[in-house]
């Protein structure tokens, strides 16, 4: 069908397949979000939400403490990264498992030895912290940075939470904690450590190949990794992407 151009404004433009492609990764992605966020309940958020919060407030205080964290700009970041488990300062969420005696009691987390992989229950636990947190961020900095201890953190972020009676929870279907591997998650702070000094991105390798590698095996893995960002780079910028 012939469309017409830009300068016959009497008929409809055609639509580029580049846009196309676009407008349907968009969608597939918005749907994506949608079921996501539809999957975690909100009674289950609601019922551990101020164990939750007082947990998050041992874990910022614990974090600023061992990290010397105690600028304004720090603690920001800090208190931003606190309920996300990809982030060093949010980790701690990945730790904790959430239990049910019985159909009729309350939802509760339990600490675990290590961490597990973040599936539906941390989700929850991730929503419960950060729906806590949630317009008390820069309170909970300028506590911290004037050295709050625990009790009054838990006091001033925690205190609305955890004096509303939680909704009954018709559902539950218990998720197993599944561990992962300590090493596997430093080989990943040691990705990501290269990835901030360097500018580039890389695959994930061993942790043993990489503490076994010389210097110039990093050389040569860093040159590696910069020739396919630079063809990834040439390849978008023609169009073949």
């Known amino acids: 069908a012939n469309f017409g151009s830009r300068s016959d404004p ?11 492609v676009l407008a349907v990764q968009v969608l597939l ?107 008390r961020e820069e309170d909970l900095v300028n506590m911290l940075q004037a050295r709050k201890n625990t009790k009054e953190l838990k006091k001033k972020v925690c205190k609305k939470h955890c004096k509303k009676t939680p909704p009954k929870l018709k559902q539950w279907t218990d998720e197993a904690f599944v561990p992962r591997d300590e090493k596997e998650v430093e080989t990943e702070d040691m990705i990501a450590k290269m990835k901030a000094e360097t500018g580039m991105g890389m695959k994930m390798y061993k942790r043993e190949d990489l503490l076994g590698m010389s210097e110039g095996d990093m050389e040569t893995m860093a040159a590696r990794e910069q020739f396919a960002s630079e063809r990834q780079a040439a390849k978008m910028a023609s169009g073949d992407l």
């Open 10 to 20: 009497g008929r409809p433009m055609a639509v580029g397949a580049g846009q196309q």
């Open 29 to 135: 992605l918005a749907v994506c979000l949608v079921e996501h966020t539809v999957g975690i309940s909100k009674e289950a958020v609601a019922q551990i939400q101020c164990e939750v919060c007082e947990l998050a407030m041992e874990e910022a205080r614990t974090y600023a403490s061992e990290n010397k964290l105690e600028d304004e700009d720090a603690l920001t970041d800090m208190v931003d990264s606190l309920c996300s488990s990809k982030d060093k300062p949010g980790r701690w969420v990945t730790k904790f498992d959430i239990v049910r005696e019985d159909a009729d009691s309350r939802l509760t987390v339990e600490k675990q030895q290590t961490m597990g992989f973040c599936k539906s229950e941390c989700l929850i636990v991730q929503r419960a912290c950060s729906t806590s947190l949630r317009g």
